[in-house]
């Protein structure tokens, strides 16, 4: 049964998400600003699914999608925006849709997701926030609908589920991410390859920038807040910019001891993004709350305005705040 | 049935192999030196398998565990030298068992293992090449011995398996590797705070050291191969040492369109271990045979004698003739 509440979201189930599916045609496939592989390998993988039933459907994306997603990101069919069913995958926020927002927010007819803090801005909602990826939810999805998957869908999927994990590694992983990642290997993923392309490879300029990154560091809190600066100098010298710089959020938190990484990327000249990394007993969506931004317990984001000064200080603050709440619940882990 | 070479070592199956560890007792269970997650992994959890049904056993481990291991890793029983059955696991030479060679090298009673380059210097082997780890084997083999598996076991056998594949991303992976690691999520594992431990930890002296193994950053061979060096000096003046250098080798394949990556870390005045790491189609242990080492498709080493200069030499001349071998046969691989 559909759940409608004071949204106007209706919650479906994955079955009614099934069907609803199969019912509709002419599916536009949106994808999130700033594509990781999580959101790309979803929309592909649900593409590739549908058309496998015949179904008409494209994937758009808000911003060009990086070349080495090329092995299953490839150009789909045309689908015009009459009649068209919108479905948006891995959006957790309409504002996630960058570009897309004006023409697509308001008028998503289904969204698939796994954030809890989705804000239910589809008409149409299947969220499981339990599922360690978006990818996760469409396997389910396409097993259910009992529609073939063949190997350029499950490179998608493993992609998805991989890169969302940091590769089986965040505390989001179950049994099932593990059983279906299994289940993929049945087909010709080549998941190594695929793993070098999304982890293991990083460009020469990269490997410059991040020696430059690392010398930003600073560390406050007892040493428990590492904080990392990608100012716009940097971008520019080294040449590196947008999605290249993805990783580097993950540096934040490698320091032994350290339980909250931030790393402040200058997107503007009063503007950065400031990218949060937790390890429990913090949850970095709280902290990107009170900068204005959300996301996952483990790592969120927010967009947050002035100099790097204003910046760094308005961090500190919520971090420490933070901090403070959450110190009480400190256990140890293992 | 047994099967009996010329090396005077019996071939086993893992039903043998579980039927032996029931037929005998008082079990001293061996680990290779430099001791890593799989070595270590296995040895535990045979360790306490063993112990579920009534058997003696200790772990004996050629240099000191470091402490990152100690959620699985606790002080054994005592097992005198007399009458005990000497069992090694993850250990495909004997030369690798470093400072027990002398004592253990040629009385290993069985050796439980992954590596296809096995020397089978032990009576009798189980080897499995096809397995990711050699954690995979152990967890198969108390399955089939109806052994209890508890979380201390569970979390031995998870930290194995995660260590030895990169976190499920190299190519020795395989379905059952992700079935097995599925079936551990039973178990109370913690496996994003292992993981965190093992991957994703780095002391700030280590950051320093990268940073300055980077300078040394050399590309050969129209860039398809990256050399690295971690001289004494370095290694001196961080504080960085031992297996806390472990995670060099990897960065020396991480930059794009390096297939080869090649680290060299001074371990004497006079001596350099080289790790090797490699992509398809190069083969890291074919280039580490040369230089009189051996090791995995992707991932080998070797000692090599000479100062930085002459020890680079000989590297790059085994480099080039295994690219030169090698070339033939590239071909795209997604």
């Keep these: ?12 189930t994955l079955k ?12 536009i496939i949106l994808t999130h600003a700033s594509p990781d592989g999580d959101t790309l390998g979803s929309a592909y993988a649900l593409y590739y699914g549908l058309n496998e039933i015949g179904k008409r459907a494209c994937v758009i994306c808000p911003d060009v999608i990086p070349q ?15 009649n068209a069913t919108v479905i948006a995958v891995d959006v957790a926020d309409k504002r996630l849709l960058g570009d897309l927002k004006e023409e697509f927010g308001d008028i998503v007819d289904l969204n698939i997701d796994h954030h809890i803090s989705n804000t239910q801005f589809a008409k149409n909602l299947y969220l499981d926030a339990d599922a360690a990826a978006t990818a ?14 063949n190997d350029i869908t499950a490179k998608a ?9 940091g590769s089986f590694k965040y505390s989001t992983v179950t049994a099932k991410t593990h059983i279906i990642a299994a289940m ?6 080549n998941a190594s390859e695929i793993n070098r392309l999304m982890f ?29 600066c990608v100012t716009a100098e940097m971008q520019e010298k080294t040449g590196c910019s947008g999605t290249e710089l993805e990783g580097i959020a993950v540096i934040s938190r490698s320091v032994d001891g350290v339980k909250v990484g931030v790393t402040m990327k200058q997107t503007d000249d009063n503007e950065f993004k400031v990218s949060v990394r937790t390890y429990e007993p913090f949850d970095a ?9 959300g996301g996952h317990r483990g790592a969120a984001g927010a967009s947050v305005k002035g100099n790097l000064k204003e910046v760094k200080q308005k961090v500190l603050l919520a971090v420490s705040e933070c901090l403070e709440e959450q110190n009480a619940g400190i256990s140890t882990a293992l």
Tied chains: 1, 2.
């Design 16 to 27: 009614q998400c099934a069907k609803y599916l199969k019912r509709h045609d002419n599916y």
């Design 285 to 293: 969506s709280e902290i990107c709350k009170k900068l204005g931004g």
């Design 184 to 189: 993929l290997y049945d087909y010709n993923i």
């Design 157 to 165: 999927l493993y992609t998805g589920i991989a890169t969302d994990t």
């Design 200 to 228: 293991d490879t990083k460009s020469k300029k990269l490997i410059d920038l991040e020696r430059q990154v690392l010398e930003t560091a600073e560390f406050h809190f007892e040493d428990k807040c590492m904080l990392l």
């Design 1 to 12: 049964m559909k759940k409608k509440d004071n949204t106007g979201c209706q919650k479906l």
């Design 136 to 149: 996760e939810i469409i396997f389910e999805l396409l097993t259910l609908m009992r529609v073939n998957i």
């Design 68 to 82: 080495k997603y090329d092995y299953f990101a490839r150009i789909t069919d045309h689908v015009t925006r009459e």
